[in-house]
Antibody, heavy 121, light 107 residues
Framework: QVQLQESGPGLVKPSQTLSLTCTVS??????????WSWIRQHPGKGLEWIGY???????YYNPSLKSRLTISVDTSKNQFSLRLSSVTAADTAMYYC?????????????WGQGTMVTVSS | DIQMTQSPSSLSASVGDRVTITCRAS??????LNWYQEKPGTVPKLLLF???SLQSGVPSRFSGSGSGTDFTLTISSLQPEDFATYYC?????????FGQGTKLEIK
């Protein structure tokens, strides 16, 4: 069974870059058939899709974040990462990585435990 | 972007009740509609995908229907563990978008 685990700093200063990594275990990120996603949830709010990456490196970003966002994959480490630049307090949220199966299912069926990121000086 | 609108935003019900939550898309999304359950302090859990397909391990009291723009999630007989927040989500196109959530509370 595939499992996901986020890692990264819990506190980021305004204007700096938020960097998170998701480590995939129990399966290879290179197998194909999956999009590897980042999703966030502001405190007490709903879910916001940030973007996803295919193992080949193809990415799809939420237009609302695209100018500040980079998602990358490291198949040798079985990891994918998020970098969000020029953060503000509005980027304070719980960040989840998730697996979306391609094809007809197209749902986030596996999620990491999430990591809380606070943007504050 | 495709906007997803859920109704109601909150709902009070009793154990044993039949409950229906609706989700409307701002344009046709075929059957690319998923439902998630979120309990406080826990990770969202996939309940149904492709509008009506039950995710493995999810109790059969959960069901979904719809196609195009209008969808429903039905819980046939509420159990104590079902009190949670439910989200719909479209996977027809990017950006993927979620409904605002429906909080199901105990009456």
């Amino acid at each position: 069974q595939v499992q996901l685990q986020e890692s990264g700093p819990g506190l980021v200063k305004p204007s700096q870059t938020l960097s998170l990594t998701c480590t995939v275990s129990g399966g290879s990120i290179s197998n194909g058939g999956y999009y590897w996603s980042w999703i966030r949830q502001h405190p007490g709010k709903g879910l916001e899709w940030i973007g996803y990456i295919y193992y080949s490196g193809t990415t799809y970003y939420n237009p609302s974040l695209k100018s500040r966002l980079t998602i990358s994959v490291d198949t040798s480490k079985n990891q994918f990462s998020l970098r969000l630049s020029s953060v503000t307090a509005a980027d304070t949220a719980m960040y989840y990585c998730a697996k979306e199966t391609t094809g007809n299912k197209r749902a986030f069926d596996i999620w990491g435990q999430g990591t809380m990121v606070t943007v504050s000086s | 972007d495709i906007q997803m609108t859920q109704s109601p935003s909150s709902l009070s019900a009793s154990v044993g009740d039949r409950v229906t939550i609706t989700c409307r898309a701002s344009q046709s999304i075929s059957n690319y509609l998923n439902w998630y359950q979120e309990k406080p302090g826990t990770v969202p859990k996939l309940l149904l995908f492709a509008a009506s397909s039950l995710q493995s391990g999810v109790p059969s009291r959960f069901s979904g229907s719809g196609s195009g723009t209008d969808f429903t999630l039905t819980i046939s007989s509420l159990q104590p563990e079902d009190f949670a927040t439910y989200y719909c989500q479209q996977s027809y196109s990017t950006p993927r978008t979620f409904g605002q959530g429906t909080k199901l509370e105990i009456k």
